[in-house]
Nanobody, 124 residues
C-alpha cells in the first residue's frame, strides 16, 4: 500500500501558525524531492516548498519564503511544513507529493504520488 498522509490542518487566525505533517509509507523517498502544494477553491495547485530527501536541500516559492519552513525526519519517513504568519489568502487544501517525473520541482505534473490533502482555514 502506497500512501502519503497529511495531517495538522485546521482553523487558525491570521498571523497564527500551523505545523503540517506528511507521513509516507509503501514507497521510498531517498532519491526524490518531496514537495508541499496548496490548492485554493477553483484554483491551480500552487507550489510552496520542496526538499531533497537525502541531502535536505530546500526550495521555496517567493510567496512563502521566510514564513514557511520545510523539513524532514528520515527515521519517521515524514516531511513537515512549519507555517508562520498565516494570511487569509493562505486558505486551501495542502498536499504533499513525491516528485517522480520530469519537470521543475514547482510543477504539479512532475509529482507522481500525492496525499489526500489537509484543509487549512485562516480567519480574519
Amino acid at each position: 500500500q502506497v500512501q502519503l498522509v497529511e495531517s495538522g490542518g485546521g482553523l487558525v487566525q491570521a498571523g497564527g501558525s500551523l505545523r503540517l505533517s506528511c507521513a509516507a509509507s509503501g514507497l521510498t523517498l531517498s532519491s526524490y524531492v518531496m514537495g508541499w502544494f496548496r490548492q485554493a477553491p477553483r484554483k491551480e495547485r500552487e507550489f510552496l516548498a520542496g526538499i531533497t530527501w537525502s541531502g535536505g536541500s530546500t526550495w521555496y516559492s517567493y510567496s512563502v519564503k521566510c514564513r514557511f519552513t520545510i523539513s524532514r525526519d528520515i527515521a519517521k519517513n515524514t516531511v513537515y511544513l512549519q507555517m508562520n504568519s498565516l494570511k487569509p489568502e493562505g486558505r486551501g487544501v495542502y498536499y504533499c507529493g513525491r516528485r517522480d517525473k520530469g519537470g521543475t520541482i514547482g510543477t504539479p505534473a512532475a509529482y507522481g504520488y500525492w496525499g489526500q490533502g489537509t484543509q487549512v482555514t485562516v480567519s480574519s
